[in-house]
């Protein structure tokens, strides 16, 4: 099925004929549109043209009746009050077939009556106008109908619900078991109406009451999974409002009255180490730091006191020279000349080579300046670098601090957040107190229905094996109870049968999607209950809190991706708000994993701040149709444009 075109005369934001043509081929269309310009409308435009009245967006709306709700969507900016939606798709079965379900009504009247036509291939088609709920239904059921159009801020609702009632009753439906329901409530009423009439067969009647403890059973539990389920609700709501007074408190504060103390603690401890850096600059700048103000000075007299000591040295050996040649002359026979001539050239080199000395250094005076220059004066000018840089730090963090410090705190209003906080905390206490006493009477109403249930199945079996055929209603009572029992032990199977398949889909869908895909190994679900457990390498269970928000979201994504492929049927997917609460690592995922594959044709409705700049290049090679949805302040209407999100930076 694919949607060829969708037009909306007058029906919410939308004034006057709005049309949204779908031409392109690529999997993916994007609408994007500002919080209140038409997404959801359109959402629920499609709902309404496919299903009227068994649409789960009227289901879900606070309108009291049908008629309240048609008359809720007409614009009331339009003097022309009468409001229509008309949704063209195809259908390919082999052969390509062309269906337009229009839906039109007004408010002209106090009486709103919907007039609905449907075309096929272009014709009226009387037949398909007064039968299309059930045509509908073969074509996509509106219980599978929440698989392939959904709000992205449902699906945040739906992750952080253990024991969602509506996601296993589509499971259910897409299961096929919700129709062993239907044929199991129908032969039930042909059951108590028999009893009626055979009311001296005690047998059947202890059946019948067996059957009504364990129907009650079943009705007391389902009662106490509502309560859950609602009170799981109040405990998100709870939750959601202690964040955002938290939030505030902070805002306003909060956190600096509470860390005063500590941040005062700090402050001082930072001052003391700021003295202690200082206590050490002061020590340097007593001893040796000031020379490093004439460390060139330094150098030179270190440079100047050594040549004046080999100038020294050299005075010492000239002197001794005389004495040895004197020695050498007497000792030696043959020609000194050239000895003689050699020490007087040495001494007129030693001679014109000196000069006055200036400091006359002695071998230790000269050793301490050489320390002084080599490695003193380097290491004090390290250790004062050193010094300053810390105590540089020291004063930044200590700045930050008194900047904290002296915040300007309304105490009165931050004394009343935190009132609002304490009291937020003791109803989340409250809520959790109901919700282990809810636990409690659930595990007691699943064993009394297990009894229960195991009770009846046992009498029943006696009974079905000693009963004689002696009238119809004997045979009434018997060929009932016995299909019930199959029709039971069916749903069992059948479960037991699909829910390994799906949940082997859920395992698949997941992987693609989520970003640690070590954590969960395997999913599993409970072929009775239909809960779902998640199991890690080593065959654990992975407890659910173990999840991030984000990839509870995807884990229920997942489920509604699985179920959508184990319902066999190739349907487009409409998506509102797809990215809500996520953060880039699991968008980037949706993106680029699933919005290209979740169905032949998929419509995501985005906001600038969802399919941003980044995300829309990620996905635009699988983007056909683009529009825009522009809102006229003046009109207080949206109209349609082409283009993805038109005059916005991406």
């Known amino acids: 099925m694919i949607i060829k075109k969708l037009t909306l005369c007058n029906f919410g934001v939308y004034a006057g004929e709005n049309m949204f043509l779908f031409e392109n081929r690529k999997p993916i269309v994007l609408v994007g549109g500002m919080n209140g310009r038409g997404k959801t409308t359109f959402l629920e435009a499609v709902l309404l043209a496919l299903y009227g009245s068994n649409s789960f967006a009227y289901s879900e709306s606070n309108q009291k009746s049908y008629a309240q709700y048609l008359r809720s969507f007409v614009n009331r900016s339009e003097s022309d009050k009468t409001c229509s939606v008309e949704l063209e798709f195809e259908i390919n079965n082999e052969v390509k077939e062309n269906y337009i379900v229009k839906r039109e009504w007004d408010t002209v009247t106090k009486i709103t009556k919907e007039r609905i036509s449907i075309y096929k291939d272009g014709i009226y088609n009387e037949f398909l106008t007064n039968n299309w709920p059930m045509f509908v239904e073969n074509i996509l059921p509106s219980a599978l109908s929440s698989f392939f159009f959904f709000d992205g801020e449902k699906i945040a609702e739906l992750s952080v619900d253990n024991t969602n009632v509506q996601l296993k009753n589509s499971i259910r439906s897409m299961l096929g078991i919700s129709v062993l329901d239907v044929l199991s409530n129908d032969i039930m009423r042909n059951l108590k109406k028999t009893n009626k009439k055979g009311k001296d067969n005690k047998n059947a009647e202890r059946v019948q009451e067996l059957r009504e403890e364990k129907e009650k059973a079943i009705e007391a539990l389902a009662t106490i ?14 939750r959601d409002n202690l964040e ?45 730091l000031p020379l490093l103000l004439v460390k060139d000075l330094i150098r030179d007299i270190k440079l100047q006191a050594t040549d004046e000591h080999a100038d020294m040295i050299m005075k010492q050996v000239t002197a001794q020279l005389d004495g040895l040649y004197k020695e050498f002359e007497s000792e030696y026979s043959g020609d000194t000349k050239a000895s003689l001539d050699f020490i007087n050239y040495v001494k007129a080199q030693v001679n014109s080579d000196q000069s006055e000395p200036i400091y006359e250094l002695s071998d230790q005076a000269l050793f301490q300046t050489n320390n002084l220059v080599e490695s003193i004066m380097k290491n004090v000018d390290d250790e004062t670098r050193s010094i300053l840089v810390s105590k540089k730090k020291l004063e930044k963090q200590i700045g930050e601090l008194d900047s904290y410090l002296s915040l300007d705190i309304n105490d009165k209003e931050l004394q009343e957040i935190y009132n609002q906080i304490k009291g937020a905390e003791q109803i989340i206490i409250d809520y959790q107190v109901k919700m282990l006493e809810l636990d409690r009477q659930r595990s007691a109403a699943n064993s009394k229905m297990m009894t229960a249930t195991a009770e009846f199945s046992k009498y029943v079996e006696s009974y079905l094996s000693t009963a004689e055929l002696r009238d119809s209603t004997d045979r009434i009572i018997k060929y009932s109870n016995m299909a019930l029992n199959i029709i039971e032990k069916y749903i069992v199977e059948l479960q037991k049968r699909k829910t390994d398949v799906l949940a082997d889909t859920i395992t698949d869908c997941y992987k693609k999607l989520a970003n640690k895909k070590n954590l969960i190994k395997k999913i599993v679900m409970d072929s009775e209950t239909l809960d779902i457990q998640y199991l890690s390498e080593d065959g654990q269970e992975v407890p659910k809190d173990f999840l991030s928000a984000g990839e509870k979201q995807l ?44 169905g032949e044709q998929t419509i995501i409705l985005s906001t600038d701040s969802e399919i941003d700049a980044g995300y829309y290049k990620l ?32």
């Not at 805002?251 to 001052?271: C, F, I, N, P, Y």
């Not at 492929?565 to 609460?581: A, E, G, H, Q, Y």
């Open 619 to 650: 996905m635009k090679a699988n983007v056909g149709d683009e529009f825009t949805l522009k809102y006229d302040e003046t009109t207080k209407s949206t109209s349609i444009k082409r283009g993805y999100l038109i005059g916005a930076e991406i």
């Open 244 to 288: 955002t007074l938290h939030q505030l408190y902070t805002a306003k504060g909060g956190d600096a009255v509470d860390k005063r103390q500590e941040t005062v603690k700090k402050r001082a401890t930072l001052m003391a180490d700021l003295s202690g850096e200082e206590s050490r600059l002061y020590e340097l700048t007593a001893s040796e």
């Open 225 to 238: 999974d509502a309560q859950i389920e609602e009170l799981s609700h109040k405990l998100v709501g709870g």
């Open 555 to 598: 884990m229920v994504i997942s489920i509604l991706w699985a179920l959508a492929i184990c319902s066999k049927k190739s349907l487009p997917v409409i998506i509102d708000t797809p990215l809500s609460r996520l953060d880039s690592l699991h968008r980037t995922s949706l993106v680029t994993n699933y919005f290209p594959n979740a």
